[in-house]
């Protein structure tokens, strides 16, 4: 399956389990995107606590420092759409509340193309297979399809908060998975 085309795209959601996973995974392309006049947005489903190994930092810190690095981080590529949902790191899991938050963000972003980490165990580079990366990535995915479409998943959504369904470009089966996978290799910032 090939990918929409860049000139197709107005708008990329971006979503991953902890600030900083955009920029290790993908954030050569998405400044290209940027450049291109392409909108994206973050949403980072962790608040990030866990992530200051021997910094001298408390745990009750980091959430704050790791998202303000994260903001300048985006602001350095153009990004600045940044959205945290605060589960705790280390503990994500893809439950109906996370599918709801991210059907949330889908509805109001209403991209084009969804970049997300992979569900799927890699044995190669088990670091890429970090417990959170699978729970976002299947939550994600899940959020695309059925939920964010569905105008029976989460009434609420648009009933107290007026965030509409059917907001992707493409409808079906196909076009929804040509969302999810494929979209970008690493590309170096030049």
């Not at 860049?6 to 996973?21: Q, S």
């Amino acid at each position: 399956m090939e990918p929409i085309a860049d000139n197709e795209i107005k708008r990329v959601l971006v979503i991953n389990a902890h600030p900083d996973d955009s920029d290790f995974g993908a954030s050569g392309t998405i400044a290209q995107w940027v450049k291109k006049g392409i909108e994206v947005a973050y949403v980072f489903c962790t608040n990030g606590d866990q992530g200051g190994e021997e910094s001298g930092f408390t745990k009750e810190e980091m959430p704050a420092i790791r998202q303000r690095e994260q903001r300048a981080a985006g602001a350095a590529i153009g990004v600045t759409d940044i959205t945290f949902l605060n589960y705790v790191d280390g503990h994500l899991v893809a439950t109906i509340e996370l599918r709801k938050d991210i059907v949330r963000q889908i509805r109001i972003s209403k991209p084009d193309r969804i970049v997300c980490q992979s569900p799927e165990r890699n044995w190669d580079r088990i670091g890429a297979s970090h417990p959170d990366h699978l729970a976002a990535g299947e939550a994600t995915i899940q959020a695309v399809y059925p939920d964010s479409r569905n105008p029976f998943a989460f009434t609420d959504l648009l009933e107290k908060e007026g965030y509409n369904h059917g907001v992707l470009k493409k409808s079906g089966f196909l076009d929804l998975l040509n969302l999810i996978t494929g979209l970008i290799s690493p590309t170096p910032l030049i």
